[in-house]
């Protein structure tokens, strides 16, 4: 079975502050891949990054940096010094190698940041 | 990026009404849709999964005849809520999937539709 964690379910932070949003998850495929998306007031979902399993390189694009540990099944994202319009609900999700099946999602980790 | 549209954004109805929520892929063909429902403050729940030109497949504990899928084109897949009640009131999002990004297999999510049963 699949399934991704994000035990965080909300964290409260102030602007310019750091944070870490968690993600673990289980598959028995030894091909799969992990998004992270954005979803703020308005439901729709922003894509911010996919990630192969064959492909351990972590990534950083603007504030946003994600680090994939394959060992610990993690997938974790880190936001470098937040902003307002960062407040959101993130959602890790997975899915597994056969091509056309559904992204398996965590519940959630909804973000505050105050100014 | 491709685009894919939902139709209506939110919607109000009565009790024991039906409500037909589209979604379409508008620059690409989808050959499979999914449909997930998202009740507030929580995760979004596969509901189905939606092969053009076939029967939907229907997650466990989703009631097929009250949640009716159809995805008769490569562009369209509605889902319909037959006699809705106050419990089927969610926001219902789809996602197509992009046959002709190969082993990418990209999904591009629609922007959602917002239910609420009165």
């Known amino acids: 079975a699949q399934k991704v964690t994000q035990a965080q379910t909300e964290i409260s932070v102030v602007e310019k502050e750091d944070v870490t949003l968690d993600c673990v998850y289980e598959t028995r495929d030894t091909t799969y891949y992990l998004f992270w998306y954005k979803q703020p007031p308005s439901g729709e979902l922003v894509f911010l990054i996919r990630r192969n399993s064959f492909d351990e390189q972590n990534e950083i694009s603007g504030r946003y940096s994600w680090n994939f540990q394959k060992s610990t099944s993690s997938f974790n994202f880190t936001i470098t010094a937040s902003q307002v319009v960062d407040s959101a609900v993130y959602f890790c999700a997975l899915r597994g190698s056969q091509a056309g099946t559904a992204l398996i999602f965590g519940k959630g980790t909804t973000l505050s940041v105050s100014s | 990026g491709a685009v894919v549209s939902q139709h209506p954004s939110w919607v109000i109805c009565k009790s024991g009404t039906s409500v037909k929520i589209e979604c379409r892929s508008l620059?690409?063909?989808?050959?499979?849709m999914f449909w997930y429902r998202q009740f507030p403050k929580q995760s979004l729940m596969l509901m189905a999964t939606s092969n053009e030109g076939s029967k939907a497949t229907y997650e466990q504990g989703v009631e097929k005849d009250k949640f009716l899928i159809n995805h008769a084109s490569l562009t369209l897949s509605t889902l319909t809520v037959t006699s809705a009640h106050p419990e089927d009131s969610s926001f219902y999002i789809c996602?197509?999937?992009?046959?002709?990004?190969?082993?990418?297999?990209?999904?591009?999510f629609g922007p959602g539709t917002r239910l609420t049963v009165l």
């Open positions: 620059d690409f063909q989808a050959t499979t």
């Open positions: 996602s197509a999937r992009d046959p002709a990004s190969g082993s990418m297999d990209t999904q591009y």
